[in-house]
């Protein structure tokens, strides 16, 4: 099954970037839809509307989070890894999506850039501006 790899500089700290990707509360702001999620291990969550919906695997804060995913049209699930680093006063957001399905590989590959890590980074860039 493929794999979507990306990197994205977030313009806040790593404490800030984590708390986006587990606070529903943040994740309603960025992605203008409603979220459930928590940053507990085997919690589960869902987003937009529950189209996308899955479980939490590890939780280290604010360095990695692991997770589940599964949208109403896949057979099996996918997973999905985000690593957090700090550069100087800005956070690296390393993303490794596996197990993504062949037919929806170009559509979720550019919806993280529009929807999800792409909308989290202009969060925060209209934050600090």
């Known amino acids: 099954m493929p794999v979507i790899q990306k990197t994205y500089e977030m313009n806040a700290a790593p404490e800030e970037v984590f708390e986006a990707l587990v606070n529903p ?4 702001h960025w992605s203008g ?3 459930k999620m928590s940053a507990q291990v085997g919690a589960d969550f869902s987003l937009w509307g529950g189209q996308m919906f899955g479980k939490n695997l590890e939780v280290v804060k604010n360095k990695k989070l692991v997770q589940e ?8 699930p996918s997973k999905v890894t985000f690593t957090l680093k700090a550069k100087g006063k800005n956070t690296i ?12 590989l170009n559509s979720i590959s550019d919806g993280w850039d529009a929807y999800y890590l792409g909308a989290m980074q202009e969060m925060f860039e209209e934050a600090k501006s």
Request: aromatic share 12%; proline share 4%; net charge negative.
């Open 25 to 28: 509360d943040l994740i309603q």
């Open 33 to 35: 839809d409603e979220a």
């Open 69 to 76: 995913w599964s949208y109403d049209q896949w057979l099996s």
């Open 93 to 104: 957001i390393e993303l490794l999506h596996e197990d993504v399905p062949e037919k929806s």
